[in-house]
């Protein structure tokens, strides 16, 4: 054996003995008794009357009783046209990036004389975007009603898309 080993185990064998009663295991398992008993009451006390008045309270009231699973219609993708009016220019083309495509732009439509549209599929949520404007100018939507800075100068509209089609 080496040094170590033998001084480890003189300090063990020079510890003192505790002697354990015969008892021990009996008075051990009394107080998790006792303590299961408190438990017990507790319950009785506090967890049935709750219970009651709930169940009193789905009983007198309109609450449910069970829950109702339904397709949310939250959770499909909704229609929205996004429209660029620009009465002052005359645009060649408009395109509209977002983070909702990834910031790669999608090319809208020209209706009519300084008029462009888009529809596009998006699910209910909150999304930044913007026009390009002859490829060159970046421009907010100016019928959002909301605009957030884009950390490089510029602004970026922010579109909140709810579960209800064309919103």
Do not use: H
Request: proline share 6%; with cysteine; hydrophobic share 40%.
């Amino acid at each position: 054996m080496e040094e170590k080993e033998k001084k480890l185990i003189a300090y063990l064998e020079n510890l003192p003995r505790l002697q354990i009663y015969e008892d021990f295991a009996a008075r051990v398992m009394e107080e998790i008794e006792r303590k299961n008993r408190f438990i017990l009451r507790v319950k009785r006390l506090v967890v049935v009357p709750l219970a009651g008045f709930f169940l009193a309270l789905m009983l007198l009231t309109n609450l449910p009783t069970a829950p109702r699973f339904e397709i949310s219609s939250y959770l499909g993708y909704r229609r929205i046209e996004l429209v660029f009016y620009a009465p002052s220019q005359n645009p060649k083309t408009v395109a509209v990036a977002g983070d909702f495509s990834d910031w790669n732009y999608l090319s809208m439509d020209k209706i009519r004389e300084n008029c462009w549209k888009i529809t596009i599929r998006l699910r209910p949520g909150k999304y930044q975007y913007g026009f390009l404007v002859d490829g060159k100018e970046w421009v907010p939507d100016p019928n959002a009603p909301r605009q957030i800075a884009d950390g490089f100068g510029n602004l970026n509209s922010v579109l909140v898309v709810d579960g209800v089609d064309g919103e």
